[in-house]
């Protein structure tokens, strides 16, 4: 399980999608759904700082706009985790489909822009912003692949390198997993003799995959990053057509 983590952590540190591994992980080791997903978050935690810190001291993460995405991700998470008292999160499924495309399309296609231009600028710390409140909302609504989807709207929307991207989603994404882990443990829904030791894997992988991302840049980023987005494609589709 440990080596799983890591390698969840790895991968989510460079293109998103380490609950691809994780959660049916945690589902052979005979945990209930409701478990699952909350011991996934707090182990998933350890690995977006860590790697959070290794795209920091790598100089890529922006924190002009870091000081923008960090709150409003986290407020987004809250937000989503109320609005599955009200809509179904299953109704989300054929949109997530078509989005996850679109994210496809993005890391395919976007070239970045000239260096410093969007993302130094004020209205590209709000546009950020913006794609971390969404993004945020979704993953503490219905969560599969947001790491990607933050990824992708950095990339669309401020025209980032694929690099950038992963280091300010990284930012993002720490900030909606602090908000579901707190909901989580608030429930009882975290089993943390199982998420702490799971932690020491998330922490190296996330560690690792960071330095994947910095050594290697766009090229390793765009090949993962299709890579989950295939996986969730798959996972998403299956779920669809199970529950009809």
């Not at 890529?60 to 991700?73: C, I, N, S, Y």
């Not at 989300?92 to 996850?100: A, E, F, K, S, Y």
């Not at 401020?158 to 908000?179: Q, T, Y």
Request: no cysteine; net charge positive; charged share 10%.
């Amino acid at each position: 399980m440990v080596a799983a983590a890591f390698f969840a952590g790895a991968v989510d540190a460079i293109g998103g999608g380490g609950g691809l591994i994780m959660v049916p992980a945690l589902l052979a080791a005979g945990l209930p759904p409701h478990l699952t997903l909350g011991t996934n978050k707090g182990q998933s935690l350890f690995g977006s700082l860590a790697a959070t810190v290794r795209f920091a001291r790598s100089g890529l993460v922006d924190w002009k706009a870091a000081r923008v995405t960090f709150p409003l991700a986290f407020l987004g998470a809250l937000a989503g985790a109320a609005l599955v008292s009200v809509i179904r999160p299953e109704v989300l499924r054929p949109l997530v489909l078509g989005l996850l495309v679109l994210a496809a399309v993005l890391v395919t296609v976007a070239r970045p822009r000239a260096e410093g231009s969007p993302s130094a600028s004020k209205r590209g710390s709000w546009v950020a912003g913006l794609v971390a409140l969404a993004v945020g909302t979704y993953d503490g609504f219905f969560g599969p692949g947001a790491g990607t989807f933050y990824i992708a709207g950095f990339v669309g929307l401020l025209g980032l390198s694929l690099a950038r991207a992963s280091a300010d989603a990284k930012v993002a994404n720490f900030a909606s997993n602090i908000a579901a882990a707190i909901l989580f443990s608030t429930r009882g829904a975290i089993l943390w003799s199982v998420a702490l030791p799971l932690a020491a894997g998330q922490l190296l992988g996330g560690f690792l995959g960071a330095h994947i991302a910095v050594r290697r840049g766009d090229r390793v980023i765009r090949a993962v990053v299709l890579v989950v987005v295939l996986g969730l494609v798959i996972k998403v589709a299956r779920d669809l057509f199970q529950a009809r």
